[in-house]
């Protein structure tokens, strides 16, 4: 079993950066992909980006391509997503995913998930 906390959200106005945390514990040995997903009140959740849990690749959704980054310390066990130039768009909870499958997109299957951090942006 692998346990996932998120940290880091909060409230910004638009224009301004946000980084996003999720500390990984457990098994950690299985993991091969992680990802970071989001909910907005009303919506559906959505993929926001993914990586390579060894290799570091990674896939973004089109709507934060070339402003959000997401990386990972796999010596830490961490996961974090750069978040920059935020819209009101992006608010949302922000989920952070877990899969032991060598994938790291939208549709991988995801066996670990966290609780959520909050993000609002305002206008």
């Known amino acids: 079993q692998v346990q996932l906390v998120e940290s880091g959200g909060g409230l910004v106005q638009a224009g301004d950066s946000l980084r996003l945390s999720c500390a990984a514990s457990g098994r950690t040995f299985v993991i091969n992909g992680m990802a970071w997903f989001r909910q907005a009140p009303g919506k559906e959740r959505e993929f926001v980006a993914g990586?390579?849990?060894?290799?570091?690749?990674?896939d973004y959704t089109d709507s934060v391509k070339g402003r959000f980054s997401i990386s990972r310390d796999r010596a830490k066990n961490m996961l974090y997503l750069q978040m920059n130039s935020l819209k009101p768009e992006d608010t949302a909870v922000y989920y952070c995913a877990a899969s032991r499958t060598n994938t790291w997109g939208p549709r991988t299957k995801y066996d670990s998930w966290g609780q959520g951090t909050q993000v609002t942006v305002s206008s």
């Open positions: 990586i390579s849990w060894s290799g570091g690749s990674t």
